[in-house]
C-alpha cells in the first residue's frame, strides 16, 4: 500500500504561516494512486490547511506540492485536477440538484449530449436520478452530500479531497455513507485525501493515515500500525482508548525487555522496541482489550492484582475500571461472551481481581 | 395587559363587567397574537390605504373655483374621467412621465454599478472596518439633504472650481476649436441623475451588503475548483444569489427616484419637468387638485406594476419546486 514506488502525490518540506501562528510545520508526505489516505488530527492541527492547499486556496509558506508529478505551485484551484467535497457541501442553492452536478462540466470542452450523460452516470452513481430536478433546499442533508460527492466527482479529477465528509451526518447515517463512499471510490478509482478530526472515520475508511498535531505529521501508516503500533504518546491517546504508565527498563533479553512499573508495584515482561537501553525512562501503553480481567489468579507472565472501582456494562461488552496496587486506573474491556445472572460479568463492584496481560500487548513508548 | 384573574366568573348584575370580562377572556385568549399581527394592517390601512383611497376619490372630482376647489356633480358627471383622458392626451404629462422614467432607470443602474462593488467590497474586508465603512455609507444623512443638493449646486455651477478644473482639463485635451468656457452641467436630467445617485446611493449600497453578507463563501471556493475563474463564479454564483438584493435596491431607488420633487426642481432642467414637479404644480400653482391627484394615482399605478410582477415571480420561484412531493 505504500506509495514509495511511484508516488502520485508527493508533499515536500510544506510549511504555512498565518502571520506568526505556524498552522503547517515542514510536513512530508507521499500519497499512492488509487488510496484512500486520511488526515487525522484535532481541530487546529493543520489537517484542513494542508488540504487546502493541496486544492490551492492556500499557497504554501515554503516546501512544493507535486501531484503527478506536477508542480503545483502557483497553480490556481481552478487549473488543478483537484476537486473538494467541502464540509459544508457548498452547494450551490441556486441551481438545481442537476445543475450543480453539471456545473464543472461546463468548462470541458464535449457536446451537449456527452455531458447530460455524465450527469446521469453521476446521478446513477450516488443514487439521486430521482431527485435531479429538486434544489438543494428540498433534499436532506445526506442526498446534499452525494450530490456534492457527484459534483465533485463528475469532472473525473485525480484526486479527491473529502474536508470531514461525514461529520454533519446522524450516526446511522454515517455508517452508510462511509461504505457507500468506500465502493466509490473503488469503482471510480479516484484517490481520495480525507480531512477528519473522527479516528473511527479515520480506521474504518482508510488505507492509510496521518495523524496530525499542531502543524506536524505525527505518524503515517496503515490502521492497524497506528493502533497497535503508535510511535508516540501522543498517537497512541489520540486513538482509541489506552491506559499509560511511567516505566523504566530494568534488563534487555533477547526481544524481550524486563520493566518496572511503579503504579503497578512490580516488574513485568513486554515486547522491546528497537534502540532501548537499560535503565532507560520509558512509557508502558495497555489497550483496554488487551488486558484480561479475572477473579482467579490466572496462570500467565504478567499477572497484577487490583480493585474494580467502576464499571459499565454495555450489553455485549463492559468496560472497568480497575484501581491498582499504586492507586493508578487502568481500563479494561471484556467481551461478555457467557450468559446467565451470575456469569453475565467476569467482576462486579468492588471485586477483587487479577489483571493479565501478554508482553507483546504491552506497547514501550520512548517518546 | 390582562392579568389572569380577569378569567373568573362575571359578578351577577353586571353587564359592564360581564363584558369586560368576555373582552379580557377574548384578548387572553389569542390577543397578543392577532394585536401584533393586526398592527401593520392597521398602520397600512390608515396611513396608506384610506389617503389612497380619497385621492383616487379626488382624481375622479372636478375642478372648481371653490375652497377646497374641488366638487363633484353640477353640470359635469358625478364621476369625471377627464383627468384620466387628459394624461393620454396632453404631451405634458407624457413627456413628464417619459422623463422621470428615464432619469430614475438611469441613476437606479449608476447606483447598481456603483453600489455593487461597494456591497461587495464591504463583505471582503475585516469586521473593524467593515463597521467603519458602513458608517461611512450612511454618514451623508447626518447632513441636511437640502444642503448636500445646495453643496451639489455649488459644484456645478458655472463659475465653481469644480467646473472650471473640468473646462480646463477638457480644453487642454482636444483641440482649441471643441474649446468651451464652461460645463453646461446645472439645469440639465445630467444634473437630476448625478444628484439622485449620490442621494440614493446608501439605499443601494444597504439592502445589496444584507443579501451579499449572507452568501457562504466556500460557494466560491467550490465554483472555483470546480474550474471557474473568479470572473464566472462572480456571474454564476454571486450575481445570481444577490438578485433578491439588487431588486430590493433597485426598487428602493427607482420609487422614490421617479416621483422626486426637490432634486429636479432645484437641479433639473425646467423645459422638461419630471412628475413629481407635475404634481405639485397642478396642487399648488394651477389648483388643480382632480389633475395633480390623477397623475400621483398613475405614478402610483405606474410604480406598483413592477413591484407586483417582481412579488409573483418570486412566489413562482419559492413554489415551482415546493409542489412537488417530498422523499
Known amino acids: ?367 | 395587559m390582562a392579568p389572569r384573574g380577569a378569567d373568573g366568573p362575571p359578578l351577577p348584575g353586571q353587564p359592564a363587567g360581564r363584558a369586560m370580562s368576555t373582552l379580557a377572556r377574548w384578548f387572553h385568549r389569542r390577543g397578543w397574537r392577532d394585536l401584533i399581527i393586526a398592527t401593520p394592517y392597521a398602520w397600512l390601512i390608515l396611513l396608506f390605504l384610506i389617503p389612497f383611497l380619497i385621492v383616487v376619490a379626488m382624481s375622479l372630482a372636478t375642478r372648481t373655483p371653490t375652497a377646497p376647489p374641488f366638487g363633484y356633480g353640477g353640470e359635469n358627471p358625478v364621476l369625471n374621467f377627464r383627468g384620466y383622458a387628459r394624461l393620454f392626451t396632453d404631451t405634458l404629462y407624457i413627456r413628464a412621465f417619459v422623463t422621470s422614467l428615464m432619469n430614475a432607470s438611469i441613476a437606479t443602474i449608476f447606483c447598481l454599478l456603483l453600489g455593487y462593488p461597494m456591497a461587495l467590497g464591504l463583505t471582503r474586508v475585516s469586521k473593524s472596518w467593515r463597521n467603519i465603512l458602513l458608517m461611512l455609507v450612511i454618514l451623508p444623512f447626518w447632513t441636511s439633504f437640502l444642503l448636500r443638493v445646495y453643496a451639489w449646486m455649488g459644484l456645478m455651477g458655472r463659475n465653481s472650481w469644480f467646473n472650471r478644473m473640468l473646462t480646463d482639463s477638457w480644453n487642454w485635451l482636444v483641440p482649441s476649436d471643441w474649446a468651451i468656457t464652461s460645463v453646461p452641467m446645472m439645469n440639465s436630467n445630467f444634473a437630476v441623475i448625478l444628484v439622485t445617485v449620490y442621494t440614493y446611493l446608501p439605499f443601494m449600497i444597504l439592502p445589496l451588503y444584507a443579501s451579499l453578507e449572507r452568501l457562504d463563501p466556500q460557494l466560491d471556493e467550490a465554483a472555483m475548483d470546480l474550474g471557474s475563474r473568479p470572473w464566472r463564479v462572480f456571474l454564476d454564483v454571486t450575481l445570481p444569489q444577490s438578485l433578491p438584493g439588487i431588486i430590493a435596491g433597485g426598487m428602493l431607488v427607482f420609487i422614490p427616484a421617479a416621483g422626486e420633487l426637490v432634486i429636479p426642481v432645484l437641479v433639473g432642467n425646467p423645459s422638461s419637468p419630471m412628475i413629481g414637479r407635475i404634481i405639485s404644480d397642478e396642487f399648488a400653482q394651477a389648483r388643480d387638485w382632480p389633475m395633480a391627484s390623477t397623475v400621483a394615482v398613475a405614478l402610483l399605478v405606474l410604480m406598483v406594476g413592477p413591484t407586483m410582477i417582481y412579488s409573483r415571480y418570486q412566489q413562482k420561484a419559492e413554489g415551482a419546486g415546493s409542489g412537488e412531493e417530498k422523499p
Open chain 1, 1 to 367: 500500500m505504500s506509495g514509495e514506488a511511484e508516488p502520485f502525490i508527493r508533499i515536500e518540506n510544506v510549511a504555512k504561516s498565518f502571520g506568526s501562528f505556524q498552522a503547517v510545520k515542514d510536513v512530508n508526505l507521499t500519497v499512492a494512486r488509487g488510496e484512500i489516505f486520511s488526515l487525522l488530527g484535532g481541530s487546529g492541527c493543520g489537517k484542513t490547511t494542508l488540504l487546502r492547499m493541496l486544492a490551492g486556496f492556500e499557497d504554501p509558506t515554503a516546501g512544493r506540492i507535486f501531484i503527478d508529478g506536477q508542480d503545483m505551485s502557483g497553480i490556481p484551484p481552478w487549473e488543478r485536477p483537484v476537486h473538494m467535497m467541502f464540509q459544508s457541501y457548498a452547494i450551490f442553492p441556486h441551481m438545481s440538484v442537476e445543475k450543480n452536478i453539471a456545473y464543472g462540466l461546463k468548462h470541458e470542452r464535449i457536446s451537449a449530449a456527452d455531458r447530460a450523460a455524465r450527469v446521469a452516470e453521476m446521478l446513477d452513481l450516488v443514487q439521486l436520478t430521482p431527485f435531479a430536478k429538486r434544489k438543494p433546499h428540498q433534499i436532506s442533508g445526506g442526498q446534499r452530500q452525494r450530490v456534492a460527492l457527484a459534483r465533485a466527482l463528475a469532472r473525473q479529477p485525480k484526486l479527491l479531497l473529502l474536508d470531514e465528509p461525514l461529520a454533519a451526518l446522524d450516526k446511522k447515517l454515517r455508517e452508510h455513507t462511509q461504505f457507500e463512499l468506500m465502493s466509490i471510490q473503488a469503482r471510480t478509482g479516484v484517490t481520495f485525501i480525507v480531512v477528519t478530526h473522527d479516528q473511527e472515520e479515520a480506521m474504518t475508511l482508510s488505507d492509510r493515515i496521518a495523524v496530525m498535531d499542531r502543524g506536524e505529521v505525527r505518524q503515517v501508516g496503515t490502521p492497524t500500525e497506528i493502533y497497535e503500533y503508535p510511535a508516540s504518546r501522543f498517537v497512541a491517546g489520540f486513538i482509541g482508548a489506552i491506559s499509560t504508565f511511567p516505566a523504566r527498563v530494568i534488563r534487555l533479553t533477547g526481544d524481550l525487555a524486563e520493566v518496572d512499573i511503579p503504579a503497578m508495584d512490580g516488574t513485568f515482561a513486554a515486547r522491546a522496541t528497537p534502540g532501548l537501553t537499560e535503565g532507560q525512562e520509558i512509557t508502558v501503553a495497555l489497550r483496554p482489550e488487551k488486558v484480561a480481567i479475572a477473579k482467579t489468579c490466572p496462570d500467565a507472565v504478567n499477572v497484577v492484582e487490583g480493585q474494580v472501582k467502576d464499571l459499565a456494562y454495555f450489553g455485549k461488552d463492559s468496560l472497568y475500571r480497575v484501581t491498582l496496587p499504586g492507586g493508578d486506573l487502568i481500563a479494561v474491556h471484556a467481551v461478555n461472551a457467557r450468559r446467565g445472572p451470575d456469569t453475565a460479568r467476569p467482576a462486579d463492584w468492588d471485586d477483587k481481581v487479577w489483571l493479565s496481560f501478554e508482553p507483546a500487548s504491552a506497547i514501550i513508548l520512548t517518546d
